[in-house]
């Protein structure tokens, strides 16, 4: 149980272009979805959270419209990079988690984003 | 501000040997420390929820412990199965929403 799907696994795309990265809780309602970047040998950074059918709280620093977050259903949440640069070449993941703060988050298995 | 520090930040040892993983934590107030299971180029999975000082969960070869400062991931007689980078992260009582993880313990367990 409690299976997150992120897709795509690996995405190579020129500069200036936009990434849609999908991720999907496909056997539990995931009430709040996250997501995370992290950079080799580092520890995973927090980007942003997201409620289903509200708008997203990003944290200090990451900005909005450079990354959109769509959370349209209890079970998908989107990741958009706008524009995309070298810079934000990293391994993107999402997570997901069921009711309140006591439940652990449930982690896809990420996406390998490229810029070149 | 809230921190993480894992260590040792490699570790290798031979199967069968047992040894154990620390996570020292720095929060305001504890809600809960996690334990995850990081093969590479996948997802963390999670494996066990610490919540008060004095608990202690197991899962087959592996069990957690919790104090005040730190946790501590014991792994009883390893196999090479169980190779992966194991990750603490520490979520605030005051922002329930946020885990703050530390950078991980690289384990090889050899044959």
């Known amino acids: 149980g409690a299976v997150v799907s992120q897709h795509p696994s690996w995405v190579i795309c020129k500069s200036g272009t936009s990434v849609k990265i999908e991720c999907r809780s496909l056997d539990f309602q995931a009430t709040t979805m996250f997501w995370y970047r992290q950079f080799p040998k580092q520890s995973l950074m927090l980007m942003a959270t997201s409620n289903e059918g509200s708008k997203a709280t990003y944290e200090q620093g990451v900005e909005k419209d450079k990354f959109l977050i769509n959370h349209a259903s209890l079970t998908l949440s989107t990741l958009t990079v706008t524009s995309a640069h070298p810079e934000d070449s990293s391994f993107y993941i999402c997570s997901a988690r069921s009711g309140g703060g006591d439940q652990p988050q449930h982690f896809g298995d990420g996406t390998r984003l490229s810029i070149l | 501000e809230d921190q993480v520090t894992q260590s040792p930040e490699a570790l290798r040892l031979q199967e069968g040997e047992s040894s154990s993983l620390n996570c020292s934590y720095t929060v305001s107030g504890l809600r809960g420390l996690f334990w995850y299971r990081q093969d590479p180029g996948k997802g963390p999975e999670f494996l066990f929820t610490?919540?008060?000082a004095g608990e202690e969960k197991e899962k087959e070869r592996l069990k957690a412990t919790l104090t005040k400062k730190e946790s501590f991931l014991h792994i009883t007689a390893p196999k090479p199965e169980d190779s992966a980078t194991y990750l603490c992260a520490v979520q605030d009582l005051y922002n329930t929403d946020k885990l703050i993880f530390g950078t991980g313990t690289r384990l090889q367990v050899f044959p």
């Open positions: 610490l919540y008060s």
